[in-house]
């Protein structure tokens, strides 16, 4: 019987090399096609993902407004009636920067921004993004 095993092992024939060769140059085109698309689209899902914590806090920023009359001084005292937590921005992990414009103590009108740092996925898209109640959501030059 493992004589039987044996010849048949010596007669069968495995890849050659060039086929090995051909299939490995096969994959690593794919491979440089698809890894810098993968990457440019997980750069504009965080950047999306940015954009709509923007608009979510903005919102929760306006029905503070309508229930106190002022925006508050800090993102922190939207917790935990209008957000469970104030979000992160996904490209940087950096937290938004929130301006409340005011007049002597009650602010009035705020902006909120994000500056993308150098080498920082969304940067190669989009240097920053702010939002103002008036302007709404703009890509800072």
């Given at each position: 019987?493992?004589?039987?095993?044996?010849?048949?092992?010596?007669?069968?024939?495995?890849?050659?090399?060039?086929?090995?060769?051909?299939?490995?140059?096969?994959?690593?085109?794919?491979?440089?096609?698809?890894?810098?698309?993968?990457?440019?689209?997980?750069?504009?899902?965080?950047?999306?993902?940015?954009?709509?914590?923007?608009?979510?806090?903005?919102?929760?920023?306006?029905?503070?407004?309508?229930?106190?009359?002022?925006?508050?001084?800090?993102?922190?005292?939207?917790?935990?009636?209008?957000?469970?937590?104030?979000?992160?921005?996904?490209?940087?992990?950096?937290?938004?920067?929130?301006?409340?414009?005011?007049?002597?103590?009650?602010?009035t009108d705020y902006k909120m921004s994000i500056d993308f740092p150098a080498g920082s996925?969304?940067?190669?898209?989009?240097?920053?993004?702010?939002?103002?109640?008036?302007?709404?959501?703009?890509e800072t030059p």
């Open positions: 019987m493992f004589q039987f095993f044996s010849r048949r092992l010596r007669d069968e024939r495995g890849f050659t090399l060039i086929e090995l060769l051909i299939v490995v140059a096969i994959i690593a085109i794919l491979a440089a096609i698809l890894i810098p698309n993968f990457l440019r689209a997980r750069a504009q899902s965080q950047l999306s993902a940015s954009k709509g914590n923007l608009k979510n806090l903005a919102t929760s920023l306006e029905s503070y407004f309508v229930d106190r009359g002022s925006y508050p001084t800090a993102l922190a005292g939207l917790t935990p009636i209008y957000l469970r937590a104030v979000p992160n921005d996904p490209c940087s992990n950096l937290a938004y920067t929130y301006d409340p414009l005011s007049t002597p103590a009650v602010p996925p969304c940067d190669n898209i989009v240097p920053g993004l702010s939002y103002t109640p008036g302007g709404g959501l703009q």
